[in-house]
């Protein structure tokens, strides 16, 4: 089984934090958005992986490199961002016809993967959301069989968003569908859907059935990337899967995950908040943040605030969205 991971897109709801590292090795809960991906796929049993690159792609590479040094995989490059249909299109060579499930890598659902994989049918992640008009949607009938999926609807006639999560068992199907789409007319973005190679595929008669995920997390937006750091790290806190080095003068309140290297004194850190490796904090009361890697941070009180690897904040402040290598002084 081979798994698709795009990780191309530049993440510009995210900046200034993607202005330096891809979206998809934002720190969460101890780990990345691509390692909670990566390690979830690797314990249902996926075997070969390919990651959809482009936008600071060395940074995934290094990453996959250091992290799974025994991973089997390939990296495929997407220069121009033309959408999802157009980062599946450009895997065709190094998938073949092997099936594949597709996972986009700003994406962390709570799901069955193994379960998934057993299907004799091709499947779609849906989640019913309040306003699907944002989404790409599935339209079932009352046995879950997908009858249409439409990208970002106006009038949507579903409610049932899809979460980016698809299992393709036609892989040659769906490569000729999307072959075909590239040839006919891109959005007004100029970008080519997924959505739009899935529904040819379904027009054609091949079957897809929907599974309904039990969380969605789309990480793509400062307030869904804390409100995961959050839900992520209370559920590793209740696994005890949490081992914190202890720290003088400090309170930790849970769910916290603190990487190795770092140095905390008169402090109060917690709950729902990931540091990173290396990092410096004095005299600061921090919660529902995510802190990066050798930052320092001095006399500062955060809540719900994303601070990127080796930025510098000293003063007093409540929300911050603070890009890599930045210095700043509130006081």
Avoid at 110 to 117: G, K, R, S, T
Avoid at 192 to 215: C, D, P, Q, W
Wanted: a negative charge; hydrophobic letters at 40%.
């Amino acid at each position: 089984m081979k798994a698709i991971i795009p990780v191309a897109g530049a993440g510009t709801k995210l900046r200034p934090l993607t202005y330096t590292q891809p979206k998809a090795l934002i720190p969460i809960a101890g780990k990345t958005i691509l390692s909670v991906i990566v390690d979830q796929l690797l314990e249902a049993g996926v075997t070969e992986f390919v990651f959809v690159i482009g936008y600071l792609g060395e940074k995934i590479q290094r990453y996959i490199s250091k992290t799974y040094p025994d991973l089997k995989h390939t990296f495929v490059t997407q220069n121009d961002r033309r959408g999802t249909g157009h980062a599946i299109w450009l895997t065709r060579d190094a998938v073949g016809d092997d099936e594949i499930i597709i996972v986009l890598g700003d994406t962390v659902c709570d799901y069955n993967v193994h379960e998934i994989m057993k299907s004799s049918v091709s499947q779609i992640g849906v989640r019913k959301v309040d306003d699907p008009r944002s989404f790409g949607v599935a339209e079932l009938d009352d046995k879950d069989r997908v009858l249409k999926v439409v990208e970002k609807p106006l009038i949507p006639k579903s409610n049932m968003a899809m979460v980016g999560v698809y299992y393709i068992k036609e892989t040659k199907a769906l490569f000729n569908s999307l072959d075909k789409h590239l040839h006919d007319n891109a959005d007004e973005n100029g970008e080519y859907h997924l959505t739009n190679g899935l529904e040819l595929m379904i027009n054609s008669g091949i079957e897809f059935k929907a599974f309904r995920v039990n969380n969605w997390f789309d990480c793509g937006k400062k307030e869904s990337l804390l409100s995961t750091n959050a839900i992520l790290l209370k559920q590793m806190h209740e696994a005890n899967k949490t081992n914190l080095p202890a720290f003088d003068t400090t309170v930790i309140i849970q769910p916290v995950n603190i990487a190795e290297g770092c140095n905390i004194s008169h402090s109060i850190i917690g709950p729902n908040v990931t540091i990173g490796e290396h990092t410096t904090i004095d005299s600061s009361i921090i919660k529902d943040s995510i802190i990066g890697s050798y930052a320092e941070l001095e006399e500062v009180v955060l809540n719900s605030s994303i601070i990127g690897n080796d930025a510098y904040v000293r003063g007093l402040s409540q929300s911050l969205n603070i890009g890599d290598n930045t210095e700043i002084d509130l006081g």
